[in-house]
C-alpha cells in the first residue's frame, strides 16, 4: 500500500522534493471499518495552503504524516454494516492506494446517478463551493453580467453553466486560447478572455462587458482581479473564492486598491469557504445532480493515469495544465 507524505514545507511553488512516496503493507480492518480501495484521487489547488503552517481554515498537514484529499473508492473489506463490499464511496482520505474508515468521514455513491467521478467536482467540493458562492453570496439576476476568473477549472466552469442557467451574460478568464474555445465553444459563455496572451485585459473585458460587471466570481486574485474590479457597478457583488495567483508567492503582493470603487458603487466583496454553507449542501447536490441529469450543466475531466503520477498533477494546476477538474486514476472501478 503506497502513501505520499509531505516531506517538507513548500518555499514558493512547490516540487517533487516537498513530497515523499512510502511502501507500507496493506492494513487490516477492525470491527466497524471498511477498507477502501483508491479509484480516484482529487488534486485540489487548497492544498497548497496546507502544506505550509499559516494559519488558515484548514489545518496545515503534517510533516512526515499523509496528505489527506479527496478519494473516490471501492469497498474492499467491510466489518461496517453499512457499508458493502463492491459499493463506492468518496471522503477525506490519505492519498495512498488503501485507506481504513470507521464510516464517519465517508458518504456513499450511486454510480447509476453520475459516474463516480464527479464526487470529487461537479456533484462534490467544488460543485458546492460553485453553488453556494454564486447563488448564495453573488444572487444572480436575470440580465446582469457576471465574470469569473480562473473560469476554466473545476469550480469555475461550474460558477459559469449556473449563472448561464439564471439568464446571465457569462465572462470567463482563462489562461489559453484553447481552454477560452472550450468555454465559448462546449460551455457557451457569452465571451472568454486569455488573459496570458491579451494585449491589454482591461480593454478585453470592457469590450466583453458593455453593461459593466454584476458579480465577479474570483478564483485567482492578483492583477486579473484589479483589472476586473475597476468596472463593478452600482451594488455588484465580489466572491472571494480562491486567490490562487498569490498561493506560491514568498510575499503577498501590494493590493488590491479597490476600496473606492466599492465605496463608490455601494458594492459588496465576500469571502467564503464551502463549508460555511454545510447545511445546505443537500440542497446544493440535489440542484447540481438534477441539472446534469437534465444536461444543463455538463463537465469536463482531466485524468492522469497512475498513483506515481498524483504529485505532478498537483503541480500541473500551478501550471495551468487542466482544463475542467484534474483527477488521478489510481485503480480501475
Ligand atoms: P482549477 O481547476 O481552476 O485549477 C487551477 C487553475 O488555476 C489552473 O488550471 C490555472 O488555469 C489557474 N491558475 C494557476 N495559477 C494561476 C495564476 N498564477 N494566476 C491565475 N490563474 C492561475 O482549481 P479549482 O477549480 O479546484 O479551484 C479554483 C479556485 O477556487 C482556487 O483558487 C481554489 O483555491 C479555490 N477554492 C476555494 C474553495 C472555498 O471553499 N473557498 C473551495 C474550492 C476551491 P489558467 O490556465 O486559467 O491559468
Known sequence: NRKILLASRPVGMPTEENFK?????????????VLIRTVYLSVDPYMRGRMSDAKSYAEPYKVGEPIIGGIVGKVTASKNSRFEVNSFVEGRLEWAEYNVSDGSNIRH??????PVSTALHVLGMPGLTAYFGLLHIGQPKEGETVVISGASGAVGTIVGQIARLKGCRVVGIAGSDEKCEFLSNELAFDAAINYKTTPDLFESLKEACPNGVDIYFDN???SVSDNVMKLINFQSRTIICGQISQYNLDKPEMGPRVMDKLLKTSSLMKGFIVSDFAEHNKEGLTNLSKWVKEGKITYRENVVEGFDNTVDAFLGLFRGENTGKQLVKVSEE
Not at 512516496?21 to 487490516?28: A, D, G, L, R
Request: proline fraction near 9%; glycine fraction near 18%.
Open 21 to 33: 512516496f512510502i511502501e507500507t503493507s496493506t492494513p487490516e480492518i477492525g470491527d466497524g471499518e
Open 109 to 114: 455513491l450511486n454510480p447509476e446517478l453520475a
Open 220 to 222: 485567482v486574485g492578483g
